[in-house]
């Protein structure tokens, strides 16, 4: 390989590893201790705060709501596919 070329990877490298440090300072990975969730107003970039939920499970709690209207209970939470009684118990803490 000829000089530019290592130079460009390394300039590379260090830019990806330079956005990757921006964005976990400026993105929280999940939701503050105290904090909780309105299931029938949270956006997917908040869902996807809470414990283990990912994007997925994310949508599809938006797209149960669309559809079923709004969670007249926490428990209806468990209708959602992926996510049962151990996951919901521990999202119980963080949900309004």
């Known amino acids: 390989m000829s000089p530019e070329i290592l130079a460009f990877e390394k300039q590379y490298l260090q830019a990806v590893q330079n956005e990757k440090k921006r964005l976990s300072v400026h993105a929280p990975k999940r939701i503050s201790s105290g904090m909780r969730i309105d299931l029938n107003k949270a956006a997917k970039e ?3 705060l809470l414990p283990g939920i990912g994007i997925k499970t994310a949508e599809r709690i938006i797209s149960f709501r669309e559809t079923h209207g709004s969670f007249r209970n ?23």
Do not use: D, H, N, S
């Open 46 to 48: 908040q869902l996807i």
């Open 74 to 96: 926490k428990k209806e939470l468990m209708k959602i596919k992926g996510i049962g009684k151990k996951k919901f118990e521990a999202l119980l803490p963080y949900l309004k």
